[in-house]
C-alpha cells in the first residue's frame, strides 16, 4: 500500500490532478504537488509602423531616377528631363523624403527602405503609433506580446510561496529593453500580433520604451513524480491544464546539478523517495506477474490442448500451454497469421533470430498492411543493458518500410521488464519464459514454455498493459520531435500511433501543432491500413 496521502506532501487542492495522473499508470507516483507563484515583467512599448501605398506615376519616377541614373540628379534636373515645373518635382521629393524613401540631400538618392518598397510598386504612409505589451518571462526565458495589460495583481496569489525564493532565476528584465531593433522585429513577426509584416509592405520603424516594467505574479504548479519505468525521479511545471515544457526542463536540470532542494522546494523526504519508490516498482512488478500467473491458472483449468477443446470452450477462447519444440512452430504460425498489427516484447534481441528467414517474413507482412512494434530491454536504465541490441540487428529491422516508405518495423528499449510476449490483432496472446527474437536458434528441448491464449478479456488485458507502454513512447517521441524539429522522429512516432490503430490521434496531433507538412504521412499511413483490410477480404 502507498502511504497515506497526508504523509505525501500534496496540496490540497491539487489532489485531484494527482489521481489524474497516478490513473494513467501503474508505474507513475506522484510523489509531492505544490502551487507557488512566480514573477513576470510587463514592459509598455510605443511601436512606430509603416504601411505601404501604390506609387503614383510621378512618385516611381523620382525613385527610378535616384536608382538607375549614374549620375545622381538634383529636382532641377529631373524637372528638365521630364519637361515639368520644378515645383511639381520639389513637392513630390520633399514627401518622399518624409517618408525616407529619398536621402535628405540636394541630389536625388534612394534610402535602402525606399528600394524595399520600390520593389513592391509601393512607398510607405505615415508612419503611426501603436502601443503594445512585452511579457517576459524569467522561468520560461520567453518573451510574448499583447494589445492588453495583464492584471497586475491578484492578491489571493500572494499567500502562495515564492519559487524564487527556492529556486534561483535571473530576474533583470533585460531582453526588452536591450534588444536591438530588428531582434525585436523578428520576435514581434513570429507572434501572433500582424504589426511586422515586410512582405505585405507593413514595417516595425522604431521603438520607444516609455516607463519602467511592472511585476506581475502568476500561479504554477511543481510536481514531483517517481517513473518506475526509468526508476527516476521528474519534475514537472504545470500552469492548470497546461505543461510548462521550458520550464520544466530548467527545474529539472538545476535538480540533476543539486542546485535545487526537493526537501526545501517541496517538503518532501528522502524517507517518503526512497519508501514510495520501492512501492511503484512492486506495484509495477506484480501486476504483471499477477497477470501472467491468471494466464497460467487458466492453462492448468483446461488441462487440454486446442484439438480436444469443446466447441463452445473453443468459441469463448482458450490458453494452451506448449513446450520446447512446439513453441517456435506456434511463433511462426502466429507472426504468419497477422492481418493488422503485431506487438513483441522481448528482453533482448539477437541475430540469431533476426535473420534473413525472419526479416523476408516482416516485410511479406509489412507489404500486405500489417503493422510491428517491438519493445526490448529489461534493465531499468538503457546504459545498465549488460546485453544491449546490436546496432546492425537493429538496422536491418529499421530498414523494413512500407510500399509507400514509411517505417513499417518500429522498434526501441522500453526496458525494465523480464515478460516475453507477443500479442496479434489483440485476438491471439504468446507469453511464458520463451526469449522470442534472442533464443540461440537451436531447437532441442530446454524446459521452456510459452501459454497461448485467445481467451478475449485477457488478451484484451495484456493488449492493454503492453500497448499503454508503446503509447507512453510515442507521445515522448513526439514531444522530443517538435522540440528538437526532427521530422524523421516525428514520423516514427506517427507510425507507433498507427501501429496502435491510433490513426485519428496522429491526424489531431499534426493539426493541433500545425505540423501541415506532415499530412502526406498520414495519408501513406491511411494507404497502409487499406492494404490491410484488402488482404483480409481478399483472404
Not at 497586475?152 to 527556492?166: E, G, H, K, Q, V
Not at 491468471?294 to 488441462?303: E, G, T, Y
Request: aromatic share 6%; proline share 4%; hydrophobic share 40%.
Amino acid at each position: 500500500m502507498f502511504l497515506a496521502s497526508a504523509a505525501k506532501p500534496i496540496d490540497e487542492n491539487l489532489k485531484s490532478l494527482v489521481d489524474k495522473i497516478e490513473a494513467q499508470s501503474s508505474s507513475l507516483s506522484v510523489l509531492a504537488a505544490r502551487q507557488f507563484r512566480y514573477n513576470l515583467y510587463q514592459t509598455p512599448i510605443e511601436l512606430t509602423i509603416k504601411e505601404a501605398r501604390n506609387f503614383n506615376l510621378l512618385e516611381e519616377f523620382i525613385i527610378r531616377a535616384g536608382i538607375e541614373f549614374d549620375t545622381p540628379a538634383t529636382a532641377d534636373e529631373l524637372a528638365s528631363v521630364l519637361g515639368l515645373d520644378t515645383v511639381f518635382i520639389t513637392s513630390t521629393i520633399s514627401t518622399l523624403q518624409s517618408l525616407q524613401v529619398i536621402g535628405n540631400t540636394s541630389e536625388i538618392t534612394v534610402t535602402p527602405e525606399g528600394r524595399l518598397f520600390y520593389e513592391r510598386g509601393s512607398v510607405p504612409q505615415p508612419p503611426y503609433a501603436v502601443q503594445i505589451y512585452a511579457i517576459t518571462s524569467p522561468l520560461e526565458e520567453n518573451i510574448i506580446f499583447k494589445y492588453e495589460p495583464l492584471d497586475l495583481l491578484d492578491n489571493a496569489l500572494m499567500s502562495l510561496p515564492n519559487l524564487a525564493d527556492f529556486v534561483t532565476i535571473e530576474q533583470e528584465n533585460n531582453d526588452v529593453i536591450s534588444l536591438p531593433l530588428d531582434d525585436l522585429q523578428q520576435k514581434i513577426q513570429a507572434s501572433s500580433l500582424a504589426l511586422h509584416v515586410p512582405e505585405q509592405g507593413k514595417i516595425i520603424n522604431s521603438c520607444t520604451i516609455n516607463s519602467p516594467s511592472q511585476i506581475i505574479w502568476r500561479k504554477i504548479e511543481v510536481l514531483v513524480i517517481f517513473d518506475a519505468n526509468d526508476d527516476k525521479l521528474n519534475i514537472q511545471v504545470r500552469s492548470g491544464n497546461r505543461s510548462l515544457e521550458s520550464a520544466t526542463t530548467k527545474l529539472q536540470s538545476l535538480l540533476a546539478e543539486e542546485r535545487i532542494s526537493l526537501q526545501s522546494l517541496c517538503r518532501l523526504s528522502d524517507d517518503i523517495i526512497n519508501f514510495e519508490r520501492e512501492v511503484t516498482l512492486k506495484r509495477k512488478n506484480a501486476e504483471i506477474e499477477a497477470r501472467v500467473e491468471k494466464i497460467r491458472q487458466k492453462a492448468l483449468d483446461n488441462k487440454t490442448e486446442t484439438d480436444s477443446n469443446t466447441d463452445k470452450s473453443i468459441e469463448n477462447g482458450t490458453a494452451i500451454q506448449l513446450r520446447d519444440r512446439q513453441i517456435n512452430q506456434a511463433f511462426w504460425e502466429v507472426l504468419k497469421s497477422a492481418k493488422r498489427q503485431i506487438l513483441i516484447y522481448s528482453p533482448w534481441v539477437s541475430a540469431a533470430v533476426v535473420d534473413e528467414k525472419f526479416l523476408k517474413l516482416l516485410q511479406e507482412l509489412v507489404n500486405r498492411g500489417v503493422w510491428i512494434l517491438i519493445g526490448h530491454g529489461i534493465a531499468r536504465r538503457q546504459e545498465d543493458e549488460d546485453r544491449p541490441i546490436p546496432p546492425e540487428v537493429e538496422a536491418k529491422l529499421q530498414a523494413i518500410k512500407t510500399p509507400d516508405g514509411l517505417p513499417g518495423v518500429n522498434i526501441f528499449w522500453l526496458g525494465d521488464s523480464h515478460v516475453k510476449e507477443i500479442i496479434v490483432d489483440q485476438e491471439i496472446h504468446l507469453c511464458g519464459s520463451h526469449n522470442w527474437l534472442s533464443y540461440r536458434g537451436d531447437y532441442l528441448p530446454r524446459g521452456e514454455s510459452v501459454y497461448k491464449v485467445t481467451i478475449p478479456n485477457q488478451v484484451q488485458e495484456a493488449y492493454e498493459f503492453l500497448s499503454h507502454r508503446f503509447q507512453d513512447h510515442a507521445q515522448t517521441l513526439w514531444q522530443k520531435a517538435l522540440q528538437v524539429r526532427d521530422p524523421q522522429m516525428a514520423i516514427n512516432s506517427l507510425c507507433v500511433w498507427a501501429s496502435l490503430g491510433m490513426e485519428d490521434l496522429a491526424l489531431k496531433q499534426i493539426e493541433d501543432n500545425n505540423c501541415l507538412e506532415l499530412l502526406p504521412v498520414w495519408e501513406k499511413i491511411k494507404a497502409q491500413g487499406q492494404r490491410s483490410v484488402s488482404t483480409y477480404k481478399h483472404n
